[in-house]
């Protein structure tokens, strides 16, 4: 491991929170090809390891595995918080998949009023607002955050399952 991974390794290990591509350049005098190339170091050396590197756009964050994760809650037995309702599943993955997107959107696919759902993923910090609408009113847009890729033990936005057909657009797709 390059000396450039393993300060890297030892920053990110260090942090409490998701630090920028920008700060740890900095914090490791490194220019971004560099950086890029120890991060992707990094991300390899973890493989088959008990953490992972998780990159959300330029955020970087080391984080316990998804299948250690019952065995961290034992050791360090945190609070207890609340599980996320279906709706807030349901708000959560059109976010995911169609991020940037708007309320209305949200809305619209969801059938119903979405106002709450978002209001309480923003409290959790799962989503964020990442931009404005350029329509009437510049309606919020979401995004998903480094922390719904730590609840949802997601390295990274790529590695989100491909989104199954419904049976209506299965049937749309072989009668059309």
Known sequence: MTEISAALEAILFSSNRPLKVRELQQ??????????????????????????????????????????????????????SGRLSQAAYETLAIIAYQQPVSRARIEEVRGVNCESVLGNLELRDL??????????????????TMRFLQVMGLESLEHLPSPKPDGAEVSRRANG
């Open 127 to 144: 989503i964020t607002e990442v931009g404005r609408g350029s329509g009437p009113g510049q309606p919020r847009l979401y995004g998903t």
């Open 27 to 80: 914090a490791t005098d490194s220019d971004r090809n560099s950086l890029e190339g120890a991060l992707e170091e990094l991300r390899e050396a973890l493989e088959g390891r008990g953490v992972m590197l998780m990159r959300h756009h330029d955020e970087i964050h080391l984080a316990t595995r998804p299948e250690y994760a019952p065995a961290v809650r034992r050791a360090l037995r945190p609070e207890v």
